[in-house]
């Protein structure tokens, strides 16, 4: 586990990076390659997550994918496809060649497609390199994604830097065709309410575990479907992963007063059952935030789920923003505050990012 430097709280804020896989050889019905990163065992696992600094600490899988909760956040292993996020201190970007290593080498799978997202850190000054910047991190992707069609993104507004959202895509090939419908809504919150914040704590005398504060919080309500596996840290702090067929969901808590923080992150769900509206609200009840941002990635022709409404009981919308992605996809990203929350100012995408990158890095601005 990385050891927090901050004198001052836990940086709660993910980093998350998507790596999806093709085969470079045919497949003859061989159950190895139709498992792809899943034959990873569990050394190998490990060894992806020694460089990142984080550890496994519970795991939940079905037939589709293994999902795995870590000392910092959360990995999902699919046959062609690994997301890890992290948060804290950790150094995710330093994994990515162990990863490669595993996927080329050992499994003869080559990259399609990488995506790498953050919101803005709490304690940006104690983060490690290659994370003391999103040029910084840029730079480490473009070491191994350069040679793809990647781009990234700086999405927010220069006078309130911490509501900004960091993209990067790359992609082997630049075509929307073939597309599977798939949405992944990430929301990250801020200023969580204290009597919601508290269930998150460890009670000395009444132990509390993880599974009671699944259900006294209300998260198990969010998607009631998903199998959850939830763990507590001590003294505070909470995780889960939730799983049903090929699509999840994740929770993770800092709930310490000053710098408390939640994310919940859902993808592969059916669209035409989880709406937008309701299941944000559903988030919404659990933790009570001041102020929060959704960040949903659409691909293939499922964009309208994250246009149809903005609208969310008690925050005002301060702005919407959408990009279009190398990959195809479309990312939209809205940033909410609770309505007795002082009005913030435009949000735009800067193009600061693209001045001191290298060529293949463009920030382009669609609204
Ligand atoms: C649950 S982890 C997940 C972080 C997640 N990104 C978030 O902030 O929502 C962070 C919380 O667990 C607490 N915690 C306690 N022991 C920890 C450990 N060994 N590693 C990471 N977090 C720990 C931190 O103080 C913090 O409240």
Redesign the pocket.
């Known amino acids: 586990?990385?050891i927090?430097p901050s004198p001052i709280g836990?940086?709660?804020?993910?980093k998350r990076l998507e790596i999806t896989f093709s085969h470079t050889l045919t497949i003859f019905k061989d159950p190895t390659k139709v498992q792809g990163l899943r034959n990873l065992t569990r050394p190998q696992l490990d060894s992806i997550l020694e460089p990142a600094c984080c550890t496994i600490v519970a795991q939940v899988s079905n037939t589709e994918f293994d999902s795995y909760v870590l000392?910092?956040?959360s990995l999902f292993v699919y046959p062609l496809k690994i997301i890890l996020k992290t948060?804290?201190t950790t150094k995710l970007l330093l994994s990515i060649p162990k990863i490669l290593q595993l996927a080329t080498e050992s499994l003869s799978l080559t990259v399609s497609n990488v995506k790498y997202s953050r919101g803005s850190f709490i304690f940006p000054s104690y983060q490690p390199a290659p994370h003391r910047s999103f040029t910084e991190e840029v730079a480490a992707l473009n070491q191994f994604f350069g040679e793809l069609n990647a781009e990234a993104y700086f999405i927010g507004d220069p006078n309130d830097r911490n509501r900004d959202w960091h993209i990067y895509s790359a992609t082997e090939e630049i075509s929307s065709k073939n597309q599977t419908d798939e949405i992944t809504v990430e929301m990250c919150m801020t200023g969580l309410d204290k009597k919601k914040a508290a269930v998150?704590f460890k009670k000395s005398e009444e132990h509390t575990d993880a599974c009671e504060m699944t259900k006294m919080s209300g998260i198990s309500d969010i998607i009631p479907s998903h199998v959850i596996c939830d763990?507590e840290?001590?003294?505070?702090?909470?995780?889960m992963n939730g799983i049903e067929d090929s699509g999840y969901s994740t929770v993770?808590?800092?709930?310490?007063d000053g710098f408390s923080?939640?994310?919940y992150e859902a993808m592969g769900f059916d669209p035409s059952s989880v709406r937008f509206e309701p299941l944000v609200k559903r988030v919404l009840k659990v933790f009570g935030p001041s102020e929060f941002s959704v960040a949903v990635t659409c691909r293939g022709g499922s964009k309208w789920w994250a246009l149809e409404s903005g609208d969310v009981e008690g925050y005002y919308c301060e702005k919407v923003v959408k990009q279009e992605l190398v990959s195809g996809g479309c990312l939209v990203y809205k940033t909410y505050a609770a309505l007795d929350t002082p009005t913030k100012v435009t949000m735009q995408c800067r193009k600061e990012v693209a001045e001191v990158e290298s060529e293949v890095v463009v920030c382009r601005c669609i609204s």
């Not at 836990?10 to 993910?14: K, M, V």
Request: charged share 20%.
């Open positions: 586990m990385a927090d836990f940086e709660g804020f993910e000392s910092e956040s948060c804290g998150f763990f840290f001590d003294p505070c702090g909470y995780s993770h808590v800092t709930p310490e923080y939640a994310s």
